[in-house]
């Protein structure tokens, strides 16, 4: 696979790649990666819109044929990953290691593959806090402006620390309740992250930790091991799509477009 090393700050990662692991497998939208959204499968919008980002070559890591085919016959790239893997970032490692063999990526972005409306900047964004080369993993936040949110745990929460005007801070915890405590904003997570390579390989390599299994949140596994997750702060919650209602949003989203 061949690519170009994009420009980035001193600190950063050189030869960042991004990844969107997609698997067809989901109980309330079946074959979701494949449903038409403004004339193309939804994995093919998610891919254009990380290219979209201009970070650095994309790669979906798929878990069936059908999308690897999906995404090659618009002129993407894909690969074909094992099915059973328990979560994207052990799918994207396995495809870092299928394309990338000699390690010319110092650093992988991973999309999520239902997030076809995502916003270019929002991508980058979740890049940029690893130009501080203490930070192993870089991930997103938006604050809550709905109270309800605060309260809702599937709405999980950002604990960060973030100096007055500051933009991106030190993630301290993630969970799925309402912390902390006293006046002051709350910060809803994002799942995208950027990894450095290494601590991609580390991470996967880790096992569950107890407060991970605890909260079901993957990403305490990196804290419990001492593993440092900046958090960029940024205006909007991309639109998942789990539901068909989802679904008729993100189609008249493009439409609209």
């Known amino acids: 696979m061949s690519s170009s090393p994009a420009a980035s700050p001193l600190g950063a990662p050189k030869a960042p790649i991004v990844i969107i692991p997609a698997r067809m497998a989901s109980t309330r939208l079946p074959n979701k990666p494949l449903a038409d959204i403004g004339g193309a499968p939804m994995i093919v919008q998610v891919w254009r819109r990380a290219a979209e980002a201009d970070i650095g070559p994309v790669l979906v890591a798929a878990a069936e044929k059908e999308i690897v085919e999906a995404v090659r016959d618009a002129g993407g790239q894909a690969v074909l990953t094992n099915?059973?893997?328990?979560?994207?970032s052990d799918r994207i490692h396995e495809a870092l290691r299928l394309v990338d063999r000699e390690g010319r990526h110092d650093a992988v972005v991973n999309v999520q593959g239902d997030l076809p409306t995502v916003e270019p900047a929002t991508v980058r964004a979740a890049f940029g806090p690893l130009?501080?080369?203490a930070v192993d993993i870089?991930?997103?936040?938006?604050?809550?402006?709905?109270?309800?949110?605060r309260h809702n745990p599937n709405v999980?929460?950002?604990?960060?620390?973030l100096a007055p005007g500051a933009r991106v801070g030190r993630a301290l915890y993630f969970t799925r309740t309402t912390t902390p405590w006293g006046a002051g904003p709350h910060y809803h997570h994002i799942g995208l992250y950027a990894y450095r390579r290494e601590a991609l390989a580390r991470f996967v390599a880790l096992p569950p930790a107890a407060l991970e299994q605890r909260e079901k949140l993957e990403q305490l596994r990196a804290l419990a091991n001492g593993m440092r997750i900046d958090v960029a702060v940024v205006d909007a919650v991309p639109l998942g799509v789990d539901t068909p209602e989802d679904?008729?949003?993100?189609r008249a989203l493009i439409s609209a477009k």
Do not use: M, Y
Not at 247 to 250: D, F, M, P, V, Y
């Open 138 to 149: 870089a991930t997103l936040a938006v604050e809550i402006t709905v109270e309800e949110e």
């Open 156 to 161: 999980v929460k950002a604990v960060v620390e």
């Open 83 to 88: 099915p059973d893997h328990p979560s994207g």
């Open 247 to 250: 679904l008729e949003r993100a």
């Open 131 to 133: 130009a501080n080369p």
